[in-house]
Nanobody, 119 residues
Framework: VQLQASGGGLVQAGGSLRLSCAASGIISRLDIMGWYRQAPGKQRELVARITSGGNTDYADSVKGRFTISRDNAKNTVSLQMNSLKPEDTAVYYC??????????????WGQGTLVTVSS
């Protein structure tokens, strides 16, 4: 699986951005697609994830502001980010989490796209 993310950039606080990620290769209906972010000096953290059935999970810090969506036919996942705050500044990574038959899971990562929110 290869992931190509796009849509990052510089935006003022209160503004919006939309991130998109296209996956090449086979994406199973069991795969979970999502977005993580890593701010300078901090660990990578989950932002949002979504199953093929549309079940979603969000970090508390983005609930009500970010919306994740997935197009199973096109193997894409998007993140609509509204009411952006300076603390949302980070490199955002697209992710596919795939369960393994033998247990556990594998993670596939995109190259990351920088989101900068100015105050």
């Amino acid at each position: 699986v290869q992931l190509q993310a796009s849509g990052g950039g510089l935006v003022q606080a209160g503004g919006s951005l939309r991130l998109s990620c296209a996956a090449s290769g086979i994406i199973s209906r069991l795969d979970i697609m999502g977005w993580y972010r890593q701010a300078p000096g901090k660990q990578r953290e989950l932002v949002a994830r979504i199953t093929s059935g549309g079940n979603t999970d969000y970090a508390d810090s983005v609930k009500g502001r970010f919306t994740i969506s997935r197009d199973n036919a096109k193997n894409t996942v998007s993140l609509q980010m509204n009411s952006l705050k300076p603390e949302d500044t980070a490199v955002y990574y697209c992710n596919v989490n795939r369960l393994r038959v033998i247990g556990g899971s594998n993670d596939y990562w995109g190259q990351g796209t920088l989101v900068t929110v100015s105050s």
